[in-house]
């Protein structure tokens, strides 16, 4: 079983910077992929940047290009999300995710993903 915890959002000011934390424990390969996913009120979840822990490739969707940097600390698997330069528009509820033997971020879908956490809301407002 695969447990992922996610821990850091909270209120920002447009501009501001927030990091969040995905805690993952279980039986769980420090070779997997991690992504995060956003699902903001009346739409639909969207994957905003992913991880492979297997060769350290990352991926951002346009949106985020730029602003924000994921990294993995695959000792103590732990996956980070740090965004800067927030807008309204990122406010949603973050969520990490990953798949059982996805070594690559080649999964875009949510569906794709078994392993869920619960959800740390962010909202950018001023």
């Known amino acids: 079983q695969v447990q992922l915890v996610e821990s850091g959002g909270g209120l920002v000011q447009p501009g501001g910077s927030l990091s969040l934390t995905c805690a993952a424990s279980?039986?769980?390969?420090?070779?997997?992929?991690v992504a995060w996913f956003r699902q903001a009120a009346g739409k639909e979840r969207e994957r905003v940047s992913c991880?492979?822990?297997?060769?350290?490739?990352?991926f951002y969707a346009d949106p985020v290009k730029g602003r924000f940097t994921i990294s993995i600390d695959s000792a103590r698997k732990t996956v980070s999300l740090q965004m800067s330069d927030l807008k309204p528009e990122d406010t949603a509820v973050y969520y990490c995710?990953?798949?059982?033997?996805?070594?690559?971020?080649?999964?875009?879908?949510?569906?794709?993903?078994?392993?869920w956490g619960r959800g740390t809301q962010v909202i950018v407002s001023s």
């Open positions: 279980g039986r769980i390969s420090t070779l997997n992929a």
């Open positions: 995710a990953t798949e059982n033997l996805a070594l690559s971020c080649s999964l875009y879908a949510p569906h794709e993903y078994g392993h």
């Open positions: 991880i492979s822990g297997s060769d350290g490739r990352k």
